[in-house]
């Protein structure tokens, strides 16, 4: 994958020391399909290429259309198994935590489920006042498993518990008081401009161990959890909850299990 030449659902630039990794499967709200996944992973080695020869000294992780990242391609999952899906979802997380420069997410709209997953494994995270966040995983009959290992050190214990069991939508600014997200700003791009002016003036070396030393002890939890989670998620989504909750998502109606007011 090119500098300037994109694949049909990431693209990749490089300009003036920063990687920009685009996730650009809008019809689709940036679900994490296999094809994604795979381009996405591309990106973000040939990033940790570019850091290797000096080019490359941080990465935005962006998106097109309204949604950052909607989680699991639950089309994908209902027909093929979640496990291999969940694997990708570890290499995901595994390989931003691992690249030797600063991971900062662009948000421009909606995160959800694994979306959160991955804002949790970025460096930083930057996103616009409006932008909105869920844990949606308890409405579909599952729990935020994998993605657990990413969030739950960022963010405090209340407001873990709330978002985790509610499965509710909350703001940027609730976002940055938890410590999921690092700033919420009305504009998204000039609050990355400090940001990514300050990663300019590391060295190679410096960001490679700052960043080493910053996401080890969330790298240590991952690569101890990853495997039970893995396990975890599989056997939520092969319950008949999971499976009623998946097919009343993409029927568009309530669950079996819905309360009304």
């Known amino acids: 994958m090119g500098a300037t030449v994109g694949t049909e659902l990431v693209r990749y630039a490089v300009a003036a020391g920063i990687a920009t990794v685009t996730l650009d499967s809008p019809a689709n709200r940036n679900a994490l399909s296999r094809q994604l996944v795979g381009e996405l992973l591309a990106g973000l080695e040939q990033a940790a290429a570019g850091a290797a020869s000096g080019r490359v000294r941080g990465i935005v992780l962006t998106h097109t259309g309204s949604v950052f990242c909607a989680g699991a391609d639950l089309k994908e999952a209902a027909a093929d198994g979640v496990e291999a899906g969940a694997r990708d979802l570890v290499r995901i997380l595994r390989t931003i935590l691992s690249v030797p420069v600063p991971v900062i997410a662009r948000v ?152 009304p007011a």
């Open 108 to 259: 421009d709209g909606v995160a959800r489920a694994g979306g959160l997953g991955i804002l949790g494994a970025c460096d930083m995270v930057v996103a616009r006042s409006n932008a909105t966040f869920a844990f949606s995983e308890v409405r579909i009959g599952v729990g935020p498993a994998i993605i657990s290992l990413t969030t739950m050190p960022r963010m405090g214990s209340r407001a873990v518990s709330r978002y985790y069991l509610t499965g509710e939508s909350f703001s940027a600014g609730a976002a940055e008081s938890n410590g999921l997200i690092t700033v919420a700003a009305d504009d998204v791009d000039a609050a990355l401009e400090p940001i990514l002016a300050g990663i300019r003036l590391g060295s190679p070396q410096g960001l490679a161990e700052s960043k080493k030393m910053a996401a080890a002890p969330m790298l240590a939890r991952l690569e101890a959890g990853a495997d039970t989670m893995v396990e975890h998620s599989a056997r939520l989504f092969g319950t008949d909850e999971a499976k009623e909750g998946m097919a009343a998502f993409m029927e568009r109606r309530k669950p079996a299990w819905h309360l």
